[in-house]
Each structure stands twice: as C-alpha cells, then as structure tokens.
C-alpha cells in the first residue's frame, strides 16, 4: 500500500526549532515535498527532496532518507506565522508520474 | 506567479443539485487536479487531467465528473450534490507531468444541505 504518516499536531514556542516528521509505507517513490497551508488559504509549495539528505531554505529545511522510509521538515526560529497546517507529499512509481499522494497534515501551533 | 482561480469562494447548494465548480489557470500548465480536504483526511485527488479533453480518475471519483475543454481550465461536476460531498474543494495545477511543484486555488468550500 501507499500511505505517509504524519503527527496530528505539535505545538512549540517561538525561536524554537520544531521537527515535523512524514514516514511512509510504499514500493518506490520520486520525491519528497512538503506544503503549507495557513488556516482558510490555499497550500503552497515549501521544498522538495529529490535524493536522500538535507535541503536548506532559508529557516526551513528537509531531509530525506529512503533508507530508513523517512523524512522531516525542520522549521527554525519559530515565527508566530509559522501557525499552520503543513503536508508532506510524494510521487509513487508505477502510479501516474503526475499524481502527488498528501499525508494528512500536522497542525503547528507556535505559542508566545 | 503562477495564478489559480476558482470560481466560488463559498456555495451552497441542495440534495441532488447539479453542481459546477470551475478552476482557470494562467501559466499555461499542462497538469490540473482537484482535491477535496476534510479534517483529519489531508488532501484527496478526485480527477485530474494531464491535457485538454484527457482526464483520470484519482483516489475519491466516485459521485464526480471533470470536464477540460481548454487547457487554463478544468470544471469539476457534481452530479447529484449529497450531503457527504460537503467538502473543501482544492483546485491546482503543475508545469509538466513529472513537476513536483503544484499550484493551488484559494478552494471552494461547498456545503449540501
């Protein structure tokens, strides 16, 4: 089967360092996204993960490892807009090439 | 920027209406896909399509059609609204087939009473 696992939520304070994790059950895959969707608004893109380790962007990073049928985001230096929902999203092989599969989403709460 | 409209913010409607809900994008992509969202679900496909008049079934197609007879726009069509079709639908689109990039609307949120 296919499927990628998420935590419901997390909470953390602001200037922290939070880790959203996204492990996943499947035969093969391309690559490893992650989105994010403030409450009401539309997911955007955030990064992608072609090859195993870690892409930095700017406060965000993500890590991939198709060893271990894993990867996270990893957000530093929490901001108060960093409030929201974030999904990790793959490509299958040997499903269509341009079908993402979503995770069900981790609701990140950044406290004061 | 790649631009993503969909053509109601919010609708209601009744049990057993014919429905339509529209997505136009302006970047010329090639791929367009609708999602429904619901709490604790995340993001299902419904259908997508990969070039105008071609169309596939995603995870959910049931009680759904699609319809894409130009390439910037893709309809999605409920049939006979049902109350379990209350829903957030996400309308996106990508580049090229193998892009792992897409590009969403700002969503329909459709309640059948």
């Known amino acids: 089967g296919q499927s990628l696992e998420q935590p419901s939520e997390v909470t953390a304070v602001e200037g922290a360092i939070v880790q959203i994790n996204c492990t996943y059950q499947?035969?093969?895959?391309?690559?490893l996204s992650w989105y994010q969707q403030h409450d009401g608004g539309a997911p955007t893109f955030l990064s992608y993960n072609g090859l195993d380790g870690l892409e930095e962007t700017g406060r965000f990073s993500s890590f991939l490892s198709r060893s271990d049928s894993y990867g996270y985001l990893l957000l530093q230096e929490l901001q108060m807009k960093d409030s929201a929902s974030y999904f990790c999203?793959?490509?299958?092989?040997?499903?269509?090439?341009?079908?993402?599969?979503f995770g069900t989403g981790t609701l990140l709460a950044v406290q004061p | 920027d790649v631009k993503v409209t969909q053509s109601s913010r919010y609708l209601v409607k009744r049990t057993g209406e014919k429905v339509f809900l529209e997505c136009v994008q302006d970047?010329?992509?090639?791929?367009m896909f609708w999602y429904r969202q619901d709490p604790g679900l995340g993001l299902r496909l419904i259908y997508f399509s990969y070039d105008v008049k071609m169309k596939e079934k995603g995870d959910i197609p049931e009680g759904y059609s699609v319809s894409r007879e130009k390439k910037e726009r893709f309809s999605l069509i409920l049939e006979s609204a049902s109350t379990n079709q209350t829903s957030m639908y996400l309308c996106?689109?990508?580049?090229?087939?193998?892009?792992?990039?897409?590009?969403f609307g700002p969503g329909t949120r459709l309640t059948v009473t």
């Open positions: 970047m010329d992509h090639e791929n």
């Open positions: 996106a689109s990508s580049l090229h087939r193998a892009s792992y990039e897409q590009y």
């Open positions: 999203a793959v490509r299958f092989k040997g499903g269509a090439t341009n079908k993402l599969i």
């Open positions: 499947t035969s093969g895959f391309y690559g």
